[in-house]
């Protein structure tokens, strides 16, 4: 900032009054694009118009009670200004910082919307804003494919401490599909070419590996088998999309590698591509009774000492998604009905007896378990009925 900045507000403040000099303060800082400052300045020129002391060094409650409403929207204008100033200069983080305190993330998020990074950019300050905090998740994670990897991705998207909506999630989990889908779809081709001499014809991966056991021979694989994994059972979160066939055909290649790679885990998942394989047909409307039966087989063979009721916890989440909800019912009786509600990953028999309407079934699971409270609202609920 020049220096004759001083002698000019001392002359305006002395000659023309302290709104003026803070006026020109404020156009001062913002021609010298000095943001930062300017915010604090359109406080003080509002203070100045207030009455009130022009020194912020305490909390706007401090002020007069007169002056908190009119003082609160001078802070909302001033911030909304300066961050729009920032966005103008492709500053998004600086603005960020403003309208992040507003609570105003749209103009953010649409800059963001709008950003075409360039190629050696260092976008994680983007990618934190965009992702983390969530003003454009859908963005910062296919800035996050794009520039740190699938690894990358794949761990971010593992954490259940994002401040995303269902919907988001849904938009990440299927791009991460698309992008592994795709890496071992060209890395197939590429293999094939080369030992065919010519690219597959096919497009689908389930076609390009039919009648080529020959790409499995020797334990070969193509693509990170952790990666494989991880993205397989994230896929049992989708909901009816075309990913969700895709994630299908994840699970196929999977099948067909060697044994040494397919580790075992926990039941039902032990035989994991396969039984995720099932699972996803389940959802996508194929083979429903012969994909419930292998899952209704595992909740009945699961030793409650060595696997527990995991088994059964995944056959009510099943049927409850397949909007078979009596059924889920029948299954939390027959193999939960001894479980600590609080340990379980479905709904438990309160809630689906609830859901379903049946407070009989209620009552007399309540009975068994020593809960006169559930039993007496199970009596009385069927007595409304």
Not at 275 to 287: P, Q, R, V
Not at 308 to 325: E, F, H, K, T
């Amino acid at each position: 900032m020049d220096a004759t900045i001083f002698d000019e507000l001392a002359n305006a403040c002395a000659s023309e009054g302290a709104d003026v000099a803070a006026l020109r303060l404020c156009e001062r800082l913002e021609e010298n694009k000095d943001y930062s400052s300017l915010f604090y300045a359109l406080l003080l020129r509002e203070r100045v118009r207030l009455g009130v002391s022009p020194i912020p060094t305490g909390p706007a409650v401090e002020l007069p009670e007169h002056a908190h409403a009119e003082y609160e929207e001078a802070i909302r204008r001033a911030g909304r200004h300066v961050g729009e100033l920032f966005l103008r200069e492709g500053q998004l983080p600086q603005a960020w910082a403003y309208y992040r305190m507003l609570n105003e993330p749209r103009a953010v998020y649409q800059a963001l919307d709008e950003y075409r990074p360039a190629e050696d950019e260092d976008l994680q300050a983007l990618v934190q804003i965009a992702f983390y905090e969530g003003v454009h998740p859908r963005k910062g994670f296919t800035w996050i494919l794009q520039r740190f990897g699938l690894c990358n991705a794949i761990t971010t998207l593992s954490s259940q401490e994002l401040p995303h909506t269902p919907e988001d999630r849904q938009y990440c989990l299927q791009a991460l599909i698309r992008a592994l889908y795709d890496e071992l779809r060209e890395r197939l081709a590429a293999d094939i070419e080369r030992h065919e001499g010519q690219p597959p014809a096919q497009t689908t991966i389930r076609e390009t590996i039919a009648g080529r056991d020959w790409l499995f021979a020797e334990d070969a694989y193509h693509i990170d088998l952790s990666h494989l994994s991880s993205v397989a059972q994230m896929s049992m979160n989708l909901g009816p999309c075309p990913e969700l066939n895709l994630a299908r055909e994840l699970c196929a290649y999977g099948q067909r590698l060697s044994g040494r790679f397919l580790g075992s885990g926990d039941p039902p998942f032990e035989d994991q591509y396969r039984a995720i394989g099932i699972y996803l047909a389940l959802l996508a409307g194929d083979n429903i009774e012969e994909g419930l039966s292998y899952f209704r087989e595992q909740a009945e063979k699961a030793d409650p000492e060595t696997v527990g009721s995991y088994p059964a916890q995944v056959l009510v989440n099943l049927l409850l998604r397949l909007d078979r909800a009596k059924e889920a019912l029948a299954a939390a009786r027959k193999y939960l009905a001894s479980e600590d509600n609080r340990q379980l990953s479905c709904p438990s028999i309160v809630d689906l007896c609830r859901k379903v309407g049946d407070y009989r079934t209620l009552a007399e699971v309540a009975r068994e378990q020593g809960d006169p409270v559930h039993y007496l609202a199970g009596l009385i609920s069927e007595q409304q009925k």
